[in-house]
């Protein structure tokens, strides 16, 4: 075990290749691996890498651990025994409900004491045993009897001389089905916010349209839930980072997102407030006729300036201040920091991650970042009072779902990281690996890997910290869902680092202690009735989905990826515990795809790295293979292939119709195949070379479709007719 409490397994590549017991006993290798850093692995393609030790080095630095020298290993080699032999407790324990728990006590003596606080800050009262397991040499041993409530609770360990404390993290088994699964199984929309704007937009989708489009999704056609993008913070002026997945901070949400007009002081502006409100709002809402172009910014500027003359008007009601007072006594320290983080962006200018930036060389709690408070009390209230009204307008959202008879109701996805001069970075640099970022290895589609410039997690950090900064980002989504979307879910059991100045090739895996995110997961999830679902495409080791899994986190399926040399699965062969769907964000729509969109934009974008001739080949054998699946399944009809673009409906259609055989209990459908639209949001591989998530939702020929309208179109009823079975809503309802 390393000092993580992660199993350490020697790598050994399909060819039976391994790093030999002599790499295995130098003291580098030693030290990597007590701190679940990788010094091999094994690629897609089943081929071995070992890591280069200048890798190694950087990695750990990033880790806090220098090894800059063959003494600087040996003593911190000599440090990670000692601490591992000489502590009272590990930092973080685990306890399974319904499990006697044996945790040992390295360090401790006979005349240790211990005593546990639970949860709500009474003490435990029944018996905490302590003894010797394996004879009089052996360490103590402390015994978690059955019983203990699922939470997190606090050990406190005296021996005489020395305290500690440790978090005891009691978790369901598994993340129970909510009745509504148990049932039978459910299905839903997938959705980039954003992209779909109202005839009251300010140019870009916003919560008050999420309102709608879960009322209209649950009403018209019978939804049980509908995934949309990450809903993170992102920067409080522009301009504003496109991507979701690039957030400043994943506790807190997106003010951009939030509708003006549906504020209750919004009512009672001023005549003349709320005419410069209004002419706002109309300037902005010219952005909702684009159907190419979605300007975050141009929206952004005007609402801003909007919500400010709204925060002045103040909260006359007296339960509304209440309301607001209690919200900020609950975010508390965390709440002040990103506000204050607000400030600075504001006032300083955007941050940066260099030695004169106020990011920087000032914290949270620095006597100049106080006088800036002081100096602008205003703006910091202004950003807690945004923080409110956004989870306000998401939690209507959730409300409005509910009310239209969705099961589920809203599932929101959590992206892997933030940008690393975002809030979540400046208030707490301790959590964040500052040396390294995260990303991918090469790959068969990536050759040179991919680098995603968002800081690791620190994993010491967590387990030392017991894991409170990832319990208040779960435990904050889950208050206005009823379901998270894990992206990229292998990154709860490791993260591919890179070191600073280093390509993406040129990194290692670090490992993370997943069973005690895992749960988190699973306290949260059972807390809230809610569903989890992990994002684990492409190449996983099965001890992955199987944690995963047992742990009652459901997997991901994409009907496009379930094939081999152009032949695709059977459906009834795709996994129980799993949402399937046709496609993802990251591929062109339906449509799109079937027009070999995904080839067009490669190769005008020059992203190919092969002849253009070979990778339309590729995909023309994929698609002949799909079609091939569709007909041999029953799903379509062979006479649609002889004029594909005239049936693209029905080939659509079949595709999402061969999802019914499958067993997996959660089914999604995406909104952008619903109306035929043929562009991508995502093209993996580029920044603004293409307008990534900032496209419009549109139909084939280009035409924006309004929230108001899509859930009547005669397109996407009948879509959502074949995602219910064929069957009639009316007759459901009934």
């Given amino acids: 075990?390393?000092?993580?409490?992660?199993?350490?397994?020697?790598?050994?590549?399909?060819?039976?290749?391994?790093?030999?017991?002599?790499?295995?006993?130098?003291?580098?290798?030693?030290?990597?691996?007590?701190?679940?850093?990788?010094?091999?692995?094994?690629?897609?393609?089943?081929?071995?890498?070992?890591?280069?030790?200048?890798?190694?080095?950087?990695?750990?630095?990033?880790?806090?651990?220098?090894a800059s020298t063959p003494q600087k290993i040996d003593a911190a080699v000599n440090r990670a025994e000692e601490v591992g032999a000489t502590r009272l407790c590990p930092p973080t324990v685990l306890q399974v409900e319904g499990e006697e728990t044996s945790v040992t006590l390295p360090g401790a003596s006979d005349q240790v004491k211990v005593g546990l606080t639970l949860e709500d800050g009474s003490t435990y009262r029944g018996k905490l045993g302590v003894g010797r397991a394996g004879g009089p040499s052996?360490?103590?041993?402390?015994?978690?009897?059955?019983?203990?409530?699922?939470?997190?609770?606090?050990?406190?360990?005296?021996?005489?001389?020395?305290?500690?404390?440790?978090?005891?993290?009691?978790?369901?088994?598994?993340?129970?089905?909510?009745?509504?699964?148990l049932d039978h199984r459910r299905w839903g929309w997938t959705v980039q916010l954003y992209s779909v704007r109202s005839h009251r937009s300010w140019g870009v989708g916003d919560y008050a349209d999420l309102s709608l489009l879960l009322s209209e999704a649950g009403e018209k056609t019978g939804a049980d839930f509908m995934l949309i993008n990450p809903v993170h913070a992102a920067e409080p002026v522009t301009p504003l980072t496109p991507s979701p997945y690039f957030p400043d901070s994943r506790e807190f949400l997106n003010a951009s997102y939030i509708r003006p007009e549906e504020i209750p002081e919004y009512d009672g502006?001023?005549?003349?407030?709320?005419?410069?409100?209004?002419?706002?709002?109309?300037?902005?809402?010219?952005?909702?006729?684009?159907?190419?172009?979605?300007?975050?910014?141009?929206?952004?500027?005007?609402?801003?300036?909007?919500?400010?003359?709204?925060?002045?008007?103040?909260?006359?009601?007296?339960?509304?201040?209440?309301?607001?007072?209690?919200?900020?006594?609950?975010?508390?320290?965390?709440?002040d920091a990103y506000a204050l983080w607000c400030t600075a962006y504001q006032w300083w200018g955007a941050p940066r991650d260099e030695g004169d930036s106020w990011f920087t060389r000032y914290g949270p709690s620095s006597p100049r970042v106080k006088a800036l408070a002081r100096e602008h009390p205003e703006t910091v209230e202004f950003n807690r009072w945004l923080q409110w009204v956004a989870e306000e307008q998401l939690g209507q959202a959730q409300l409005a779902a509910r009310r239209s008879g969705m099961s589920i109701g809203l599932m929101e996805d959590m992206a892997v990281g933030v940008d690393p001069v975002g809030s979540d970075v400046w208030s707490h640099p301790e959590l964040f690996a500052g040396g390294a970022t995260v990303g991918a290895p090469p790959d068969f589609f990536n050759q040179q890997g991919q680098n995603w410039l968002q800081p690791p997690l620190n994993p010491i950090t967590l387990e030392e910290t017991g894991y409170e900064a990832y319990r208040r980002l779960v435990h904050g989504m889950f208050s206005h869902c009823g379901a998270i979307r894990v992206d990229h879910a292998l990154g709860l059991f490791r993260l591919w680092w890179i070191p600073r100045g280093q390509s993406a090739a040129r990194g290692t895996y670090v490992t993370y202690r997943h069973d005690a995110m895992l749960a988190v997961l699973a306290i949260e999830a059972t807390r809230a009735h809610g569903v989890v679902i992990g994002e684990?495409?492409?190449?996983?080791?099965?001890?992955?989905?199987?944690?995963?899994?047992?742990?009652?986190?459901?997997?991901?399926?994409?009907?496009?990826?379930?094939?081999?040399?152009?032949?695709?699965?059977?459906?009834?062969?795709?996994?129980?515990?799993?949402?399937?769907?046709?496609?993802?964000?990251?591929?062109?729509?339906t449509a799109g795809y079937l027009d070999y969109e995904q080839v067009k934009v490669r190769d005008r974008l020059h992203l190919l790295t092969q002849p253009v001739e070979e990778f339309q080949a590729a995909a023309r054998r994929e698609h002949e293979?799909?079609?091939?699946?569709?007909?041999?399944?029953?799903?379509?009809?062979?006479?649609?292939?002889?004029?594909?673009?005239?049936?693209?409906?029905?080939?659509?259609?079949?595709?999402?119709?061969?999802?019914?055989?499958?067993?997996?209990?959660?089914?999604?459908?995406?909104?952008?195949?619903?109306?035929?639209?043929?562009?991508?949001?995502?093209?993996?591989?580029?920044?603004?070379?293409?307008?990534?998530?900032?496209?419009?939702?549109?139909?084939?020929?280009?035409?924006?479709?309004?929230?108001?309208?899509?859930?009547?179109?005669?397109?996407?009823?009948?879509?959502s007719k074949v995602m219910r079975g064929g069957e009639d809503l009316a007759r459901r309802a009934g």
């Fill in 1 to 66: 075990m390393d000092v993580n409490g992660t199993p350490d397994v020697e790598q050994v590549d399909a060819g039976g290749e391994s790093e030999g017991p002599e790499r295995l006993r130098r003291p580098l290798i030693r030290l990597a691996k007590a701190y679940g850093v990788a010094t091999s692995y094994t690629g897609q393609q089943g081929e071995f890498h070992r890591i280069d030790d200048d890798v190694l080095v950087s990695v750990l630095a990033a880790l806090g651990i220098d």
């Fill in 138 to 181: 052996a360490p103590l041993a402390l015994t978690l009897p059955v019983g203990i409530p699922i939470g997190y609770h606090i050990i406190h360990i005296e021996d005489g001389e020395r305290m500690a404390d440790a978090t005891l993290m009691v978790s369901p088994r598994r993340i129970p089905l909510p009745d509504s699964l």
């Fill in 269 to 335: 502006l001023a005549p003349e407030d709320r005419s410069r409100v209004d002419a706002l709002k109309d300037k902005a809402a010219a952005g909702n006729r684009n159907p190419d172009f979605l300007d975050r910014d141009a929206m952004w500027e005007a609402k801003r300036q909007a919500l400010e003359i709204v925060f002045s008007q103040g909260l006359t009601d007296a339960g509304r201040r209440e309301g607001f007072e209690a919200f900020k006594r609950a975010g508390g320290a965390e709440l």
């Fill in 536 to 589: 684990d495409l492409g190449v996983v080791p099965p001890h992955v989905a199987s944690a995963l899994a047992g742990r009652g986190v459901l997997g991901t399926i994409i009907e496009w990826f379930e094939q081999e040399d152009g032949v695709f699965r059977d459906p009834a062969t795709y996994r129980r515990y799993a949402l399937a769907a046709v496609t993802t964000h990251d591929m062109p729509p």
């Fill in 625 to 719: 293979g799909m079609m091939d699946f569709l007909v041999k399944g029953g799903w379509l009809d062979a006479s649609a292939l002889e004029d594909e673009r005239a049936h693209e409906q029905e080939i659509v259609e079949a595709m999402h119709r061969a999802l019914l055989r499958s067993p997996s209990l959660l089914l999604a459908a995406s909104l952008a195949d619903g109306v035929g639209e043929r562009r991508t949001q995502n093209q993996p591989g580029t920044v603004d070379e293409y307008p990534n998530w900032r496209v419009p939702l549109a139909d084939g020929d280009r035409n924006p479709v309004y929230a108001e309208d899509v859930f009547s179109s005669p397109r996407v009823q009948s879509l």
